[in-house]
């Protein structure tokens, strides 16, 4: 039996062997590179558009700083507020949830620098608990920072109504 699967073995390799042995090799197809000028939207170099200048975020404490108003209906609220020593942001370590997780606060009026609680969507409808499905805040919450505006937004909350 053990021969039979050894001869099998040798003559599927020499097969294989024997069909690439009327092929020819083609030549090299010469490799055109492509003009850094058709790269992007604009017809001009990639290399002729000017970096954008680096930013800077909030170095507010937390509670001290204006928070921005949302770019559009159902946007995430920027982080007012300097997050270097709440990062990284786990499933077991969140130190947003330390201070926003306050469901009571919903809807009533908060004391200067208290901080605001996250929003009813955020937790669970029969226990008011955090849904840990976003527990990755900083995800969707981005700190502020002193960028310009790409575009301008005409978004005004007040035209909602």
Known sequence: ?????????????????????????????????????????????????PTPPVTQYSKADPGTNQSLGVSYHTAPPQVPHNIDDFVPVTRDNNMCAACHNTPDLIGGKLEKGQATPAPISHYIEKTKDLYMGRW???????PQSDAALLVDSVFSPDKLN
């Open 1 to 49: 039996m053990k021969i039979h699967k050894l001869w099998v073995v040798l003559m599927a390799g020499a097969i294989l062997g024997l069909s690439g042995c009327g092929q020819t090799t083609k030549a090299p197809v010469a490799k055109v590179a492509i003009n850094d000028a058709s790269l992007g939207l604009e017809k001009t170099s990639v290399y002729d558009v």
């Open 136 to 142: 990755n805040c900083i995800q969707c919450h981005r």
